[in-house]
């Protein structure tokens, strides 16, 4: 049975720094793309950043370039997004998500909520 959990989320002001990690099981993330959602609220779920198989091409958002990298650790099996500048429209809920296609996962993470807010 495939996992993904997520951690990371939190309160942060804007201008700051926060790393999502989302640990998978039951499935190897070397296998499949992995790809990083954002839902802001009352907005639909969008993609954010998404990694292909072995790493051979990265996609992002255009509002995201430049201060968000999307990685994976091999050994520990777990993806990362890397958060900096970050402003109050990306508060919202961080989805993980690993599948064949980038943009058309298999598996999700339970979410994880930013607040960007003074």
């Known amino acids: 049975q495939v996992h993904l959990v997520e951690s990371g989320g939190g309160l942060v002001q804007p201008g700051g720094s926060l790393r999502l990690s989302c640990e998978a099981t039951?499935?190897?993330?070397?296998?499949?793309?992995i790809a990083w959602f954002h839902q802001a609220p009352g907005l639909l779920r969008e993609g954010v950043s998404c990694?292909?198989?072995?790493?051979?091409?990265?996609y992002y958002k255009d509002s995201v370039k430049g201060r968000f990298t999307i990685s994976r650790d091999t050994a520990k099996n777990t993806m990362y997004l890397d958060m900096n500048g970050l402003k109050p429209e990306d508060t919202g809920v961080y989805y993980c998500?690993?599948?064949?296609?980038?943009?058309?996962?298999?598996?999700w993470g339970q979410g994880t909520q930013i607040n960007v807010s003074r």
């Open positions: 998500a690993v599948g064949r296609g980038c943009w058309s996962p298999d598996y």
């Open positions: 990694i292909t198989t072995y790493n051979r091409n990265t």
């Open positions: 039951g499935i190897t993330l070397d296998d499949y793309n």
